[in-house]
């Protein structure tokens, strides 16, 4: 490379910044996700700063303000209301957020993970294995991981970090693998891949160094857009209170309609809101920042808004 | 052709296969209790019941028998010693009736919609609509099915009440479910095939009918058929219409983000740079050169997640207290009956099977290159 080419070179890094800063979609996602990640951490702040002369009334679960009617609306004390029980709304959705992150990361990791292996090996090797995987992967696309994640929290032993693996299995060896294996392929066609072969590389060199790299972009936005269905059965889950006792968003959105009917209360909006929005805006942050990196990573769209 | 249908078929028989077999699997080793221990107090009949079950075997020898009764199209008996068929069979008809109308209008809505937003050149709408859509796609849906009851409801009671029907559907005659959902496919599929016809053709007209025609033509058979005042007491039936409108939105949110990404993706072709350098006007390079481009992936991504749209229906279905698929699905999960449970994952799996392979030689038929490709 001589000077005057080294001005118009781009890094990898500068131009994927440059991308994903110029896609809305992606900015609004991670703007959503990041407050959401806000909100789970500031809990134990709060409860050790603002909250801790009145534990008895921000408990998470079993706190109770004496002195108001309950539901409430938004006031200074309970910034987004109290629920049918009289419980502090924002104490127990920034409680029950951490249980969604967990599934949400859990499912993310396991399924980037399987899928980058299942993929790229078939990709690479080819054959029978290629063959066989891919039938593998047929067979887990029809199996949809929502209704196994139902089967599997009956049993009680599986807390939300073990029922995101095991989502993320599920959707790593279908969805995934699928998308992985296909990028791969059309990888592998590359004259690139050739120079390295000749030039002594082995497998795990190639794909380490070749094919991983070009795959990631396509792997991410399959596995953003299946969290969201791993996040809306979670809440699901803890909705129909299955699964290991463990609170959540879901049994924000469940008491405040079993207490409703039980207590006889208006609609307690604001705990419905809070509890339901927050599933679908945790959710909704995941499938923007995937859509939006489709958006990117395709050189003739982002070419175009520029 | 004949070749390649075949090997479509066969392909998915092997899917098939491997989908029971993973379930079985699945289920047999993540469901925790035993339906025996849930009926006998004491070992000595726990024992009793498991081995009339043929619980006592080992895992793989249940296996191959199950496998052995599937390939044959025996899904087995349940543990209540009900056919598992039969079982399915019952609650089939509603469910598949709800997702036939549920999902064909949202793809219709979202097609149209996602069409006009990926067109329009002001940026806020696009991302308004687009975020608008998320929202609508993830959606909560326990909290979904609480706003459409809370207000949607009353109107929908009101206008029962005009025609003279109760708060809710009086029992019909037997069988009644399956004349409407077998009738709701036709109809509606044979409208979107009309619809693909004259859009091939450049038959305007018939295009925009052709979906009402096919609804006109249900309701026309009811009457023929006598069974109105029944039917539309059931069509009308507050759960159903509920779990319905809900997966209407549910879907419409993803298909219309598929089909508004599909549309933009085209748009940087040359081909429509070339037409707008033409003359060709705005709306028909939008709808006839675009637009067709633009459907098959979109539907073909679509159909290849509906197994996750039927796994949202369960759980719409079950918060909405239909009658269906998905009501049996959490019975059978609460009382651990695991060969209820295979069935509905079966069945499941036969329907995403099927659907793929009329995908599959409904695009070998109009792209002869996948034919091709895929007999090599």
Not at chain 1, 42 to 52: E, F, G, K, N, Y
Not at chain 2, 163 to 187: C, H, K, N, W, Y
């Amino acid at each position: 490379m001589t000077g005057t080419l080294r001005e118009f070179e781009m890094t990898g890094w500068a131009d994927t910044r440059r991308r994903v800063g110029n896609n809305k979609m992606i900015i609004a996602g991670l703007v959503i996700l990041g407050s959401f990640a806000v909100l789970a951490f500031i809990h134990p702040v709060l409860r050790a700063t603002v909250w801790s002369d009145r534990p008895d009334i921000y408990r998470p679960v079993t706190g109770h303000d004496r002195s108001i009617r309950h539901p409430s609306g938004p006031t200074l004390a309970h910034p987004l209301g109290t629920d049918p029980l009289g419980r502090d709304v924002l104490s127990l959705m920034t409680y029950g957020l951490r249980p969604s992150f967990i599934v949400a990361v859990a499912a993310a990791a396991s399924a980037g993970a399987v899928g980058l292996v299942a993929g790229t090996s078939s990709a690479f090797f080819r054959g029978r294995y290629d063959r066989a995987m891919t039938h593998l992967s047929d067979g887990f696309m029809l199996l949809p991981p929502p209704l196994v994640f139902l089967i599997a929290s009956k049993r009680g032993l599986m807390g939300p970090l073990e029922l995101g693996l095991l989502y993320g299995l599920l959707f790593g060896l279908g969805p995934a693998a699928i998308v992985v294996r296909s990028r791969a392929l059309a990888i592998m066609e590359k004259p690139f891949i050739d120079a390295a072969r000749s030039a002594g590389g082995g497998p795990r060199w190639i794909i380490g160094h070749h094919v991983v790299p070009h795959v990631i972009p396509h792997l991410a936005v399959v596995v953003l857009a299946g969290v969201v269905g791993a996040l809306v059965t979670q809440g699901f889950v803890e909705y129909l209170g299955i699964g290991q006792y463990r609170y959540g968003l879901g049994n924000l959105v469940y008491n405040a309609f079993a207490y409703r009917f039980a207590l006889g209360t208006g609609v307690p909006w604001s705990t419905l809101l809070a509890g339901s929005l927050s599933i679908s805006l945790l959710a909704s942050s995941f499938y923007m920042i995937s859509s939006g990196l489709r958006a990117a990573a395709d050189p003739r769209q982002s070419a175009r808004r520029t | 052709m004949a070749r390649f249908i075949l090997k479509r078929v066969l392909w998915g028989f092997v899917a098939l296969l491997i989908v029971v077999a993973l379930a079985f699997f699945a289920v047999n080793l993540l469901l925790p209790y035993d339906y025996a221990v849930g009926l006998g107090q004491r070992p000595r009949s726990v024992t009793f019941i498991r081995e009339q079950l043929g619980l006592d075997r080992p895992l793989v020898i249940q296996w191959l028998d199950y496998m052995f009764h599937f390939v044959r199209g025996d899904l087995g008996y349940s543990y209540e010693g009900l056919r598992v068929s039969s079982l399915v069979l019952e609650v089939l008809p509603t469910t598949v009736g709800i997702f036939a109308v549920g999902g064909i209008v949202a793809y219709l809505l979202g097609e149209w919609f996602g069409r006009l937003v990926a067109w329009s050149r002001r940026r806020l709408v696009a991302s308004t609509a687009n975020a608008g859509s998320v929202l609508l796609f993830t959606a909560f849906p326990p909290f979904l099915v609480f706003l459409l009851f809370y207000f949607g409801v009353p109107w929908l009671q009101e206008a029962r009440a005009s025609l003279g029907l109760g708060s809710r559907p009086a029992p019909g005659p037997p069988g009644l479910m399956r004349v409407l959902a077998a009738g709701v496919v036709v109809a509606l599929v044979g409208g979107i095939v009309l619809r693909g016809w004259a859009t091939r053709n450049d038959f305007r007209v018939m295009r925009l009918v052709a979906v009402p025609l096919g609804v006109v033509g249900f309701l026309g058979g009811l009457v023929v058929l006598g069974i109105w005042d029944e039917a539309i007491d059931w069509l009308l039936a507050p759960s159903s219409v509920v779990a319905t409108s809900a997966l209407i939105i549910i879907a419409f949110g993803e298909s219309m983000l598929v089909m508004s990404a599909g549309v933009s993706q085209e748009m940087a072709e040359d081909y429509v740079f070339t037409a707008r350098a033409k003359g060709v006007p705005e709306s028909r390079i939008r709808d006839r050169h675009v637009a067709p481009n633009a459907v098959f992936p979109a539907i073909s991504r679509l159909i290849t997640s509906m197994p996750y749209l039927i796994a949202g229906l369960v759980i719409i279905e079950y918060a909405t207290g239909v009658f269906g698929l998905g009501s049996l699905f959490f019975a059978s999960i609460e009382s651990g009956n695991v060969p209820v449970i295979l069935g509905i994952v079966a069945v499941v799996g036969v329907i995403g099977v099927v659907m793929r392979i009329v995908l599959d030689v409904v695009q070998a038929m109009i792209d002869p290159r996948l034919r091709e490709g895929s007999s090599g």
